[in-house]
């Protein structure tokens, strides 16, 4: 077991990494549980896998919980959802010490923290992330949020659990695409950060995707103190530092919304593409070799990730993949906001690139 803390000067929390920590959440909650009553929110898939051992376990510590369910996916993050989440938990009748518990990927993390942070003035709030993505890095940092046709996450707040509880047993049943989407992530952690653990990565990639439980704690625990370490220096994004985790999501967003936000291509899988593309693009403006543009792609390419738009089955065109990049909140003026590598595991943020040469590598790369 590995505990990773995000010391955040107001709520600090522990992050609990290990193996079989479903069946004894009792135990490890315990401490955390001011009442002898929990909603348990999951989606439909997550509930039918895992709720009854959750629920097992809490019994075991005299604590009631009730399950609240939301549908499978990201349109279950819309506002008409969260109102309808808002009613089921109003209709447990909560009262202030009732502590909501998310079970379940990143959707059920955004929505349940979200309505922790507005039922009755604020909840206290567990997670238990069931996918790779959220266990690396939306369980992380306390956004919370929903969509809207404005955009994505446009509603929502900064709330803090008071606990994560990551098992990796739950990747077991996580289907490869989903990992591999969660992997993406990690990976980032690796480039932007930490060249030791990009090559640490490179050697055990592939048998942490494959099932490896020591290795996924270990690339869990690696990730979950990357994203605290910058999340306790910029927890509300006021100082520019959480900036440097977009690392792939400029271009990444750009192709998701030109994708539509569909099944199609999960965020993972673009951000996947979006480093690839942010490190050629460094490499063009001269900031990195590009053999390390090059390693990225490889490995990436080597775990199964698709690397380059060519082999989505859509037509994309630089015009309008650049128009999503300029109407994305980084942009200011026209020039755009990228981050870029220097070196393998040296992020930085680059303001005021001109659209030309982000132009110039979307044409090569789409033709
Ligand atoms: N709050 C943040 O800081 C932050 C950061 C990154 C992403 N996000 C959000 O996270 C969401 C994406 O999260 P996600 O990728 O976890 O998607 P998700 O929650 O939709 O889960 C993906 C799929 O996996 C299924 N699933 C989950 N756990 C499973 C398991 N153990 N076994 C089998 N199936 C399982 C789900 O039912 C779903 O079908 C997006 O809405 C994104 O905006 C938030
Ligand atoms: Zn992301």
């Known amino acids: 077991m590995m505990h990773v803390p995000v010391a955040l000067s107001h709520a600090p929390y ?20 001011t009442s002898k009553k929990a909603i348990v929110v999951t989606d439909e898939a997550v509930g039918r896998i895992y709720l009854h051992r959750l ?30 989440l808002l009613e089921q938990i109003l209709a ?21 923290g979200f309505a922790a942070s507005v039922v009755l003035r ?21 956004k919370t949020g929903v969509n809207t046709a404005y955009g994505k996450n446009v509603v929502g707040s900064f709330y803090q659990p008071k606990a994560v509880l990551i098992d990796v047993d739950t990747l077991e049943t996580l289907p490869l695409r989903e990992r591999l989407a969660g992997y993406a992530e990690v990976v980032k952690y690796g480039a932007i950060g930490d060249a030791d653990f990009f090559a640490w990565l490179e050697h055990n990639g592939a048998a942490l995707l494959a099932g490896d439980k020591t290795l996924q704690m270990e690339a869990i625990a690696k990730s979950c103190k990357a994203k605290a370490a910058v999340v306790m220096q910029d927890e509300k994004e006021t100082k520019g530092l959480r900036a440097l985790l977009n690392f792939g999501h400029t271009f990444g967003h750009a192709l998701e ?3 539509g936000y569909s099944d199609a291509l999960l965020h993972g899988e673009a951000v996947a593409i979006g480093m690839v593309f942010a490190a050629k693009l460094s490499a063009k403006l001269g900031h990195l070799a590009p053999e390390v543009a090059a390693r990225l792609e490889a ?4 775990v199964g990730l698709h690397t380059s738009v060519k082999n989505l089955q859509k037509p994309f065109t630089a015009e309008a993949l650049l128009t999503h990049m300029t109407h994305d909140k980084k942009a200011e003026n026209g020039a755009l906001t990228f981050v870029l590598l220097k070196a393998m595991g040296q ?5 005021h690139i001109a659209p030309d040469s982000v132009r110039a590598l979307l044409q090569e790369e789409l033709m």
Not at 61 to 83: N, Q
Not at 347 to 351: G, L
Request: glycine share 10%; charged share 15%; net charge negative.
């Open 122 to 142: 604020g909840l206290p709030f567990i997670q238990i992330p069931t996918t790779l993505l959220a266990q690396v890095d939306s369980s992380v940092g306390g």
């Open 55 to 84: 629920s097992n376990a809490l019994a075991s510590i005299d604590v009631r919980s009730a399950p609240v369910l939301v549908p499978v996916g990201e349109g279950a993050k819309s506002l008409p959802h969260f109102t309808a």
């Open 347 to 351: 992020a930085f943020v680059a303001k």
């Open 299 to 302: 490995h990436l390419r080597a």
């Open 92 to 112: 447990l009748a909560p009262d202030r010490n009732t502590t909501l518990i998310a079970l379940g990927g990143g959707v059920v993390g955004d929505l349940t």
């Open 257 to 259: 919304a030109e994708m």
């Open 14 to 33: 522990t992050i609990t990494i290990g193996e079989r920590l479903l069946t004894h959440a009792g135990e490890h909650l315990a401490a955390h549980l």
